[in-house]
């Protein structure tokens, strides 16, 4: 069966090892990390000084107490009642939201009742949604494509420290700062801790690296109220101690033990809504490492070869990646911590940056100075630059499509909505013949 390819793309364009090949020394370390961590310090500080610290936090940077206007700062940053979304919005099955449901979710904020008192500390203890205010109402603008939800800020995963911020009136949301984003998550989603050193001791442990797209713990049919957690590429799992002999998830012959599979410890909510840890397993077999990965160009473009094909997913919904989100977890992979959202990551991130001006032919010579494993950026998006074949350059990405000049003269949107593979001179979706190359801000090279 013919598969349908974008123009100048070919079929073995579908193999990491192809654009590897053609790197000079793929396997030589681009920094070590002692200049990994001085590289994330750096952009550590960028982001306090232009006080983007919601949206890239450092848990044992985080002070115990807060004064009430900084509690409201924080809360006024997305979920203060002038920056509820304006204008027409539509839920998941397409139906428009009333003006009595806006008023509603804004009520349940809660704002008057945020109190300056000692901060709660938590972990998240699965892979939840961080949202705009607090509700599970997708705000769509359109009633046809309800997959992009305006309430949608990140996704979390499991195991990742919280600072609890306020509650919200109906007691099922938390505000919280995690280290991608501040919003709400849902309270059943996060554990909170007796103080902020249970949280910081875990946080401690010897830990693994989620290397595959994601990875999940094995089944416990044991265990009362069992559930597998799924981890995605970057995440860190920290390890269980060892124990002398087998570990076993439960005092029964049919359990299963530890050989063959890494022993974890996970953070669970008790009945109360406090922070207990339970033991799982991981076998061996799935796409965990001891270590983090080496920084080099070739782990770059292996790591994101592996969501080729993924569904696009607004801010982590549908347990999917967007953009940026696929970015960032190939750079979490080496260690590599990038703010979440594509603009903050192009303006505050660390790193050698370069910029791209001028007509078609200008761009492409700076296209010249841009290696695969490059991350390049237009506004809203963000793209992996691959390399170059006759003639053409490359990039993968998590993106919504292109588009096709047809015999009319005009252009046709082809839609993709996963992570996939184009030409830089290819034309993108709905901007009437304009190419990849033409919206090119700048490109970052991490090191």
């Keep these: 069966m013919q598969k349908l390819l974008p123009p100048k793309v070919k079929k073995q364009y579908y193999n990491d090892e192809f654009w590897i090949k053609k790197i000079s020394k793929p396997d030589s ?44 700062e924080k809360f006024n940053l997305f979920s203060a009642a002038e920056n509820f979304p304006v204008g027409d919005f539509f839920n998941k099955k397409g139906i428009r939201i009333t003006d009595a449901e806006k008023e509603e979710i804004i009520i349940n904020t809660d704002l008057e009742q945020i109190k300056p008192d000692n901060l709660k500390y938590g972990l ?10 607090p509700t ?21 995963s499991p195991a990742e420290p919280a600072v609890i911020l306020h509650g919200s009136r109906d007691k099922r949301w938390y505000y919280v700062q995690t280290g991608i984003h501040s ?13 902020a050193a249970v949280v910081e001791q875990y946080l401690q442990r010897p830990y693994l690296i989620t290397a595959d797209s994601r990875i999940i713990t094995e089944p416990d049919p044991f265990a009362e109220n069992s559930e597998q957690i799924e981890f995605q590429m970057g995440d860190k799992i920290r390890l269980a101690e060892h124990e002398d002999g087998q570990t076993l998830l439960a005092g029964n012959l049919h359990s299963q033990s530890d050989t063959g599979s890494y022993a974890v410890l996970l953070p669970k909510r008790d009945k109360k809504g406090g922070l207990n840890f339970k033991k799982a397993l ?35 919904m549908f347990n999917r990646r967007d953009c940026s989100r696929f970015v960032m977890d190939i750079y979490r992979s080496f260690g590599i911590n990038l703010p979440r959202d594509a603009g903050i990551q192009e303006e505050y991130a660390a790193g050698r940056k370069i910029v791209f001006n001028g007509n078609l032919a200008a761009r492409k010579e700076i296209l010249q100075l841009i290696q695969p494993g490059d991350v390049i950026y237009m506004p809203g998006h963000v793209v992996i630059y691959l390399g170059e074949d006759d003639g053409s350059h490359f990039i993968i990405h998590s993106g919504a499509g292109y588009a096709v000049k047809t015999a009319g003269g005009k252009y046709r949107n082809m839609s993709v909505h996963s992570v996939f593979i184009c030409d830089l001179e290819q034309e993108m979706m709905q901007k009437k013949g304009k190419k990849y190359l033409d919206y090119f801000t700048s490109a970052r090279k991490f090191y």
């Design 136 to 156: 599970d109402t997708v705000f769509a603008h359109s009633p046809e494509y309800t997959d992009v939800d305006m309430m949608q800020l990140t996704a979390i």
């Design 183 to 195: 919003g709400w998550i849902k309270k059943k989603d996060t554990a909170a801790a007796e103080n």
């Design 282 to 316: 991981i076998a061996y077999s799935s796409g965990v490492k001891e270590n983090l990965l080496p920084y080099t160009r070739a782990g770059i473009l292996h790591q994101a070869f592996k969501m080729l094909g993924e569904r696009y997913g607004w801010g982590g």
């Design 124 to 133: 998240t203890v699965r892979r939840s949604s961080i949202r705009a205010f």
């Design 29 to 72: 370390l681009l920094l070590k990390n002692n200049d990994i961590s001085t590289l994330n310090s750096e952009t550590y500080q960028k982001m306090k000084t232009f006080q983007k610290e919601d949206q890239y936090q450092i848990f044992e940077k985080m002070p115990e107490k807060l004064i009430l206007r900084e509690i409201k």
